[in-house]
């Protein structure tokens, strides 16, 4: 067992931007999570806050799906947690970078 913060939302100023062009935002006392615990944070934050996290924005993980595509995990609603992939030489305006305190 062990601790587990991730950051409640992206990194600031991470969207429109490539998986290499986040990595550097990225601060030493930082990680980036994978795609399950993103998931396990965002939806016990709901159910123990009644808050939903990440609900108008994707969070990159460190996570890679089996053709190498990386996962992101968002938009957190009523519907539902969306869990996808985008590849890493892509930007996009709605998909910034999770990070996790390293402990």
Known sequence: G???????DIVPNSTSKKWKEQLPLITEAER????????WVVTTYKKVRGIYLLPNIYARTSSLDSDGCRVFVGSFDSHGLIVN????NLRRGSIGVASARKF
């Open 2 to 8: 062990g601790w587990l913060a991730v950051r409640k």
């Open 32 to 39: 980036v999570p994978n795609a399950a615990e993103v998931s």
């Open 85 to 88: 992939c985008f590849w890493d």
